[in-house]
């Protein structure tokens, strides 16, 4: 699949990547897609089964808050819990309501933020934690 620009991907190449079956396209690629206003796109596809790509997308929500709370940007963390309450709205998703939850734990206690559980590869996603708690480390 080719990207015009892989760092800068549109939506629709987004999409196009999310049902497909191949590898993603650079290296990292979560940290160039978790633009706010591609996240309510992402959490569709983490609800889809037919995406091929479903943990994936979890992961890059995970690294989409860890990032936004660890920075401390208090106007950008307001955005994210905005998000958070709109999504909450609308998703039936069990992965989606637990990413949700632990978000609002995170920005109620940054001080929980571990790389290993909200930055690449997150531990939330790939060891498929069913607890809803923050890990204290």
């Known amino acids: 699949m080719m990207f015009k620009d892989p760092w800068n991907p549109t939506q629709k190449e987004i ?3 999310a049902y497909s079956d191949e590898m993603e396209p650079v290296q990292d690629w979560e940290l160039f897609i978790y633009k706010y206003e591609n996240i309510p796109m992402i959490c569709t596809f ?3 089964e037919q995406c091929e790509h479903t943990s994936y997308f979890l ?3 995970y ?3 860890g990032d936004t709370v660890r920075v401390g940007d208090s106007e950008k963390i307001q955005k994210l819990s905005q998000l958070l309450d709109m999504i909450e709205n609308t998703t039936t998703s069990k ?3 637990l ?3 632990r978000s609002q734990l ?3 206690y940054p001080e929980y933020y571990h790389y290993s559980y909200w930055g690449l590869c997150s531990r939330f996603v790939y060891e498929n934690l069913e607890s809803g ?3 204290k480390i």
């Open 59 to 61: 992961n890059t929500l």
């Open 63 to 65: 690294v989409f808050t």
């Open 99 to 101: 990413w949700i939850e």
């Open 46 to 48: 983490v609800e889809d």
């Open 133 to 135: 708690a923050i890990p």
């Open 106 to 108: 995170l920005i109620e």
């Open 15 to 17: 999409k196009k990547w």
């Open 95 to 97: 992965e989606l309501k």
